[in-house]
Nanobody, 122 residues
Framework: VQLQAYGGGLVQAGGSLRLSCAAS????????MGWFRQAPGKEREFVAG????????YYPDSVRARFAISRDTAKNTVSLQMSSLKPEDTAIYYC????????????????WGQGTQVTVSS
């Protein structure tokens, strides 16, 4: 499965952005999908996950209530709606696919997109 993430950009603190990730194959629907981010000098961090059916989602406390992940199986896409953005949300955001059930460790993901930069100015 090839993944293509897009939608990043520059936004002011308090603003919103919507990231999307397009998968190359319909088999995308069999995978748990996750979004991660990595800021300079920091480890890759899990920010959202959604089950293959879309019925379960998971967020860490740092983004809960601000970020929302969704998937459109018909379009082979997964999206991350980010609101109330903060400067500390600045990072490269990656989408990833896993055969496991809602893992939050990067090593559990089998396929990765190339990343899209999100910059939040104060």
């Amino acid at each position: 499965v090839q993944l293509q993430a897009y939608g990043g950009g520059l936004v002011q603190a308090g603003g919103s952005l919507r990231l999307s990730c397009a998968a190359s194959e319909p088999t995308f629907s069999n995978y748990t999908m996750g979004w991660f981010r990595q800021a300079p000098g920091k480890e890759r961090e899990f920010v959202a996950g959604i089950s293959w059916s879309g019925g379960r989602t998971y967020y860490p406390d740092s983004v809960r209530a601000r970020f929302a992940i969704s998937r459109d199986t018909a379009k082979n896409t997964v999206s991350l709606q980010m609101s109330s953005l903060k400067p500390e949300d600045t990072a490269i955001y990656y989408c990833a696919a896993s055969r496991l059930v809602l893992p939050f460790m990067p090593l559990a993901y089998d396929f990765w997109g190339q990343g899209t930069q999100v910059t939040v100015s104060s």
